[in-house]
């Protein structure tokens, strides 16, 4: 099953007139599920903080025919409430509601001990990893209750490991987020699906940045793990939820089928 989502294809049309906001989009799986949403249809909303790499995003979705995106720059470490208040307000004034909420962004700063972890370092990683995608999902459930097939996705990653501090705890914490708002959303009437993905080690500057030793030659590229973003995001996911896909280490040279198809 596990491999069936990873060569999963859309058809043409699947995400067409859906709206999906993707947080880290500016790099990454964030980056590649953008441009993939965009491929089959969906006008993407990109939050980062990196303002110049979102708009390199931007203009790779219009030149390659996709819906023209939204560009939202937002430091999730220093955004309040109110800005997240203001996102949601702002989405559906442009864009008239929300269909998908992809929590992509992610922070890992450092390795270390829980007995040495710098408490002001333990409290940024926490609101990047956790507070800030509750603060998100928080004001953006009423567009996406309003959604007629409405799902949010998750990167997940690992947690409960030595070493990890704070974005370890995050992560555990963001499973626990993802489990109660997929039980929370079950019932026929306020279905909501919810899903998360670990993907394994992808070759993203996170990874290569906190793994010296590794060589990148051995990770998977990013855009060949978008096959699961693309199912549990989109229709033919249909009432699946509360899901936790855990790939594994996926093979350098895996090539996602859908980049030899053209919509």
């Not at 990109?46 to 979102?54: A, C, S």
């Not at 922070?107 to 990893?129: C, R, S, Y």
């Not at 993802?178 to 394994?200: H, K, M, P, Q, W």
Request: overall charge negative; charged content about 20%; some cysteine.
């Amino acid at each position: 099953m596990q491999e069936n989502l990873l060569n999963y294809v859309p058809s043409s049309d699947c995400f067409q007139g859906r709206v999906i906001l993707v947080t880290g989009a500016a790099m990454g799986i964030g980056r590649a599920a953008a441009l993939a949403y965009a491929r089959f249809g969906a006008t993407v909303i990109l939050l980062d903080k990196q303002v110049r790499l979102l708009e390199e995003v931007y203009d790779e979705i219009v030149a390659a025919g996709g819906a023209e995106p939204a560009i939202y720059p937002l430091d999730m470490q220093g955004a309040t409430h109110d800005d997240y208040v203001a996102l949601a307000q702002a989405v559906k004034a442009q864009l008239g509601g929300l269909d998908g909420l992809l929590l992509n962004a992610a922070w890992l700063a450092a390795f270390m001990p829980v007995k040495q972890h710098e408490v002001d370092l333990w409290m940024k990683m926490m609101t990047v990893n956790l507070h800030a995608n509750f603060l998100l999902v928080r004001a953006c459930l009423d567009l996406l209750e309003a959604s007629d097939d409405a799902a949010i996705v998750f990167s997940a990653d690992a947690s409960g490991k030595a070493y990890y501090g704070a974005f370890g705890v995050a992560k555990a914490g963001m499973d626990a987020l993802c489990a109660t708002l997929a039980e929370e959303y079950s019932s026929a009437r306020t279905f909501l699906r919810v899903n998360r993905i670990d993907t394994g080690p992808v070759r993203t500057s996170t990874r290569v940045m906190n793994f010296p030793g590794e060589h990148p030659d051995t990770l998977v590229h990013p855009e060949n793990v978008v096959g699961p973003y693309l199912f549990y995001m989109g229709p033919d996911a249909e009432q699946r939820s509360g899901e936790a896909l855990k790939l594994g280490r996926i093979a350098a040279d895996y090539h996602w089928p859908g980049l030899d198809e053209r919509p």
